[in-house]
């Protein structure tokens, strides 16, 4: 059997408490179904007897306390109230918990924003871990010695999982079903809860807001510029030469301040623009292209199905109404 152990901290999301349950406790009977034995015993533990969620309005009594839990071999960490500062120190307490468990042999999987929680463990200093794309400025901020891969769905290294925001986590609930059964019985996962089985990155969703909380005002002003310029052909050494910084200083800073290149921040203020123009308008792709600075199809295709994630036409088709 494979010990599932569902964290209740204070300020969690409900439903990312009660859907790991589900997506455990159904696999238990798809495996039954299969001919197969049953493989997850799923206990929800706390730091205390009652946890109270959404301002009061809904208890729950665990099944243990933490204190009472010696080993496991999954511990999964909801997401936490968007509040992640205050949610971090009202839940101090599990993170020591966490750790031991981890050095006793424990796999850790945090969904959407409990990436905070997790990381405040140190566990993932060095590693790669993904959260909800809307707060990865917050999360490198505060945790700078993690790699944070906001674009993708699901982070695997050394019984380390994450998953990226909101509902993606049903995908990383499915990839552990899967790594802790088998194809088939993730199959029938997929099936049973209508999830497309395989998806590995969140950067459709993803709406670009250049970081401009970090102190560099010439950043700040090329980001400015840049933004108010996106349909010419902006270089780095026009920017350099506007400011009048070198190009490595210039480059260093702006790396630090925005994680991105220059070049990465100058694609996607671009690639958004024509997200926008494909969500809402009748132009073509090729009308879009020209209008955010490119003249090279090949060029832009790629750009923008490395940033969003999608082909421009896939974009379209998932994303514009009036199709």
């Not at 993606?168 to 199959?187: C, F, M, P, Q």
């Amino acid at each position: 059997m494979k010990n599932i152990t569902i964290l209740i901290p204070e300020g969690a999301v409900l439903a990312s408490i009660a859907d790991p349950r589900y997506m455990f406790t159904a696999a238990n009977e798809f495996l039954r179904n299969l001919g197969k034995k049953e493989l997850f015993e799923v206990k929800l533990a706390a730091e205390k007897e009652i946890i109270n969620l959404n301002d009061g309005m809904v208890s729950i009594h665990p099944d243990l306390l933490i204190s009472e839990i010696e080993k496991t071999d999954l511990v999964i960490i909801p997401a936490i109230s968007r509040d992640v500062v205050n949610a971090i120190e009202l839940n101090k307490g599990l993170i020591p918990w966490v750790i031991s468990q981890y050095k006793n042999g424990a796999e850790i999987a945090s969904l959407c924003i409990g990436a905070f929680l997790f990381a405040s463990t140190g566990l993932l200093n060095g590693k790669q871990c993904s959260t909800h794309w809307l707060y990865a400025n917050q999360f490198r901020q505060m945790f700078p010695e993690v790699k944070l891969a906001d674009d993708k769905v699901v982070t695997d290294q050394n019984g380390l999982y994450s998953s990226g925001g909101a509902t993606s986590y049903w995908n990383l609930l499915l990839y552990l079903v899967e790594k802790y059964t088998d194809r088939e019985t993730a199959i029938m996962a997929s099936k049973f809860f209508l999830l497309d089985i395989g998806r590995e990155n969140q950067s459709s969703f993803i709406i670009f807001r250049g970081q401009k909380d970090h102190g560099d005002d010439a950043v700040k002003k090329a980001q400015e510029y840049i933004e108010l310029n996106f349909k010419e052909k902006i270089t780095v050494d026009e920017l350099c030469n506007l400011f009048g910084i070198g190009r490595r200083t210039f480059e260093r800073r702006f790396k630090k301040a925005t994680s991105n290149t220059i070049v990465e921040y100058i694609q996607r203020v671009k690639i958004e623009a024509a997200k926008k123009e494909l969500e809402s308008g009748r132009k073509t792709i090729s009308e879009i292209m020209y209008e955010v600075g490119y003249i090279d199809s090949k060029a832009f295709r790629e750009v923008f199905k490395k940033v969003a994630g999608l082909s421009p036409i896939d974009y379209r088709n998932k994303y514009n109404k009036a199709i």
